[in-house]
């Protein structure tokens, strides 16, 4: 072999790598976050990078629980919706029902893990894409808040608004406790994907599910878990929500699917499945809010703005990822 071909297969393994998008990702994070501090005084004060994680801490717990939907080979559609709904749910029973809030929390995660299991289970017995079932459950659970109550519901609980007020001091800054769990969610995930049997039967689906299943790995359970994870990170993210905007609406939630996709794949990991990083999900939605956070510090353009740079980056990294592949392959 000439070394020229030496050459170029070194760089299509590197290039190839999973941890090769990822890395882009990070340097496009600093990169946008050092151009907003050169333009914008202020941008880069802690409190705005903290910031960051306050307001799209809903949108990292869902993303954690697409990373293994779409690390397993799936999607998930139905995350905006179970938010919603979980919002809907929380605020009815707190408001009307009187229940405990540990109650109204502990019943609607139970809920969503349930409603993702089915989902996943559906898809394996009955061999379904999981888009159509999961679109299908997207139009249940939005369906379903509009059963419960066609209004926004606000809520006025002392526990909820405790959560939405609290502010914990750190390195001069604050987080909201919201932020804070799902930076522990974001934690658990990673050690879940990378150091335990499931983890491993989730890259090993992905990769190959017929390579997986003659291996012995039991792929009908490793789905249902999957898709029951994403459900119960819908519904976690839900009641983060809740915290944010103290109250439950149907409409709370539109287009979040598609948010968390986004940032899923930004962080690096590829949509055909078994390859990339949970981690990646906190840089992929870093990103999302660097850019909300540039748009609204220039206040010049409209809030459209976020959706074409977020489905340009997304185009980009999609191509960057076949290209990477079939090079890889090479």
Request: proline share 2%; glycine share 14%; aromatic share 10%.
């Amino acid at each position: 072999m000439s070394a020229v071909a030496t050459q170029t297969r070194g760089r299509a393994a590197f290039t190839g790598a999973p941890w090769f998008t990822s890395l882009v990702t990070v340097i496009l994070l600093v990169a946008m976050l050092g151009i907003g501090g050169a333009v914008y005084p202020g941008f880069l004060s802690l409190q705005v990078i903290f910031n960051l994680l306050i307001d799209n801490a809903f949108l990292l717990v869902i993303a954690v629980g697409m990373g293994f939907v779409i690390l397993a080979g799936g999607i998930d559609l139905s995350v905006g919706s179970v938010l919603a709904l979980s919002t809907m749910i929380s605020a009815w029973l707190l408001q009307h029902a009187h229940w405990p809030p540990v109650a109204v929390i502990a019943l609607v995660l139970l809920l969503g893990a349930c409603f993702g299991g089915a989902m996943g289970a559906i898809i394996h017995l009955f061999k379904l894409q999981p888009f159509i079932v999961t679109l299908a459950g997207m139009f249940l659970a939005r369906g379903l808040c509009y059963l419960i109550s066609v209004e926004s519901i606000t809520i006025d609980d002392p526990v909820f608004t405790a959560m939405s007020q609290t502010q914990v001091p750190i390195l001069g800054g604050f987080l909201s406790p919201g932020a804070i769990i799902a930076l522990v969610v974001l934690l658990v995930a990673i050690w879940l994907a990378h150091f335990t049997a499931f983890g491993r039967a989730v890259y090993a689906v992905g990769g190959n599910e017929q390579s997986a299943a003659m291996m012995g790995l039991n792929v009908g359970r490793t789905k249902v878990l999957v898709y029951a994870l994403s459900g119960f990170c819908a519904s976690l993210g839900g009641v983060l929500f809740a915290f944010y905007m103290l109250s439950g609406y149907g409409l709370h939630g539109q287009g979040t699917e598609l948010d968390a996709i986004a940032a899923v794949v930004i962080g690096g990991t590829l949509l055909t499945g078994g390859y990339g990083y949970i981690a990646g999900a906190l840089s992929g939605v870093l990103v999302l809010g660097a850019i909300q956070t540039l748009i609204a510090f220039d206040g010049t353009l409209s809030s459209w703005w976020t959706k074409i740079v977020i489905g340009a980056l997304l185009f980009i990294f999609c191509v960057v990822q076949r290209v990477m592949g079939g090079r890889s392959k090479e």
